[in-house]
């Protein structure tokens, strides 16, 4: 019995020791690929963040020259509104301008403006309140006497203008105002304008 047991136990020990071996060799090679995994893996991973390293430097270049591209076009426009706005104060303030000449200044050319584009017709006269108040009398006599072309008469109603006339045909009108002479003038000027608005070279 005791040679048995012996015989068992020298059995048991030999599969401990083989079971140790073939555990160490499963360990040792679990653990090399485990190693080569991570080895791949790591490289791998390096050049997948080089990859978007360089996509992320490229996109960031991009956007930079998007956003020059942009904020030249926003300065441009910017600009352009300035010289727009600008413009249109100095336009605005030239009717002012004439709108300020003397009264006598205006009822000369007044009469100039009557005997050009008055025409072989009934129309009105309209001007503004300042003005018909001033001297609409002195022109709505010299319209009775026939002084000027067609039948013209003082409108009674009063024009927001700052000046000027505006001959009302019934179906159509002939603006003269202030404004309106500013207006056609528009574009002529623009370039010397700038250059002195904007100290341009």
Same mark, same amino acid.
């Given at each position: 019995?005791?040679?048995?047991?012996?015989?068992?136990?020298?059995?048991?020990?030999?599969?401990?020791?083989?079971?140790?071996?073939?555990?160490?060799a499963?360990?040792?090679?679990?653990?090399?690929?485990?190693?080569?995994?991570?080895?791949?893996?790591?490289?791998?991973?390096?050049?997948?963040? &080089? $990859?978007?390293?360089?996509? *992320?430097?490229? !996109?960031?270049? @991009?956007? =930079?020259?998007?956003?020059?591209?942009?904020? %030249? #076009?926003?300065?441009?426009?910017?600009?352009?509104a300035?010289?727009?706005?600008?413009?249109?104060?100095?336009?605005?303030?030239?009717?002012?301008?004439?709108?300020g000449?003397?009264?006598d200044?205006?009822?000369?050319?007044?009469?100039k403006?009557?005997?050009?584009?008055?025409?072989?017709?009934?129309?009105?006269?309209?001007?503004?309140?300042?003005?018909? &108040? $001033?001297?609409?009398?002195? *022109?709505s006599? !010299?319209m009775? @006497?026939? =002084?000027?072309?067609?039948?013209?008469s003082? %409108? #009674?109603?009063?024009?927001?203008?700052?000046?000027?006339?505006?001959?009302?045909?019934?179906?159509?009108?002939?603006d003269?105002?202030?404004?309106?002479?500013?207006?056609?003038?528009?574009?002529?000027f623009?370039?010397?304008?700038?250059?002195?608005?904007?100290?341009?070279?």
């Open positions: 019995m005791a040679d048995n047991t012996s015989g068992i136990e020298k059995i048991l020990e030999k599969i401990r020791e083989y079971g140790d071996e073939t555990s160490k499963v360990i040792d090679e679990s653990t090399r690929k485990a190693e080569e995994l991570a080895s791949a893996a790591e490289s791998e991973s390096a050049a997948f963040i &080089d $990859a978007e390293k360089e996509s *992320l430097k490229k !996109e960031i270049e @991009r956007l =930079e020259s998007q956003a020059e591209v942009d904020f %030249s #076009a926003v300065k441009r426009d910017r600009s352009l300035l010289k727009q706005e600008m413009l249109e104060k100095v336009y605005e303030r030239a009717a002012q301008l004439l709108g000449i003397s009264d200044e205006k009822l000369v050319l007044y009469r403006w009557l005997h050009k584009y008055g025409e072989e017709t009934d129309y009105s006269v309209v001007m503004n309140k300042h003005d018909r &108040d $001033a001297f609409g009398d002195i *022109l006599a !010299e009775s @006497r026939g =002084e000027f072309p067609g039948h013209p003082l %409108s #009674a109603f009063n024009a927001e203008i700052s000046g000027g006339l505006i001959l009302d045909f019934g179906d159509t009108r002939t003269i105002s202030f404004e309106s002479a500013v207006e056609s003038e528009k574009g002529k623009d370039g010397e304008l700038i250059k002195i608005l904007f100290a341009e070279r």
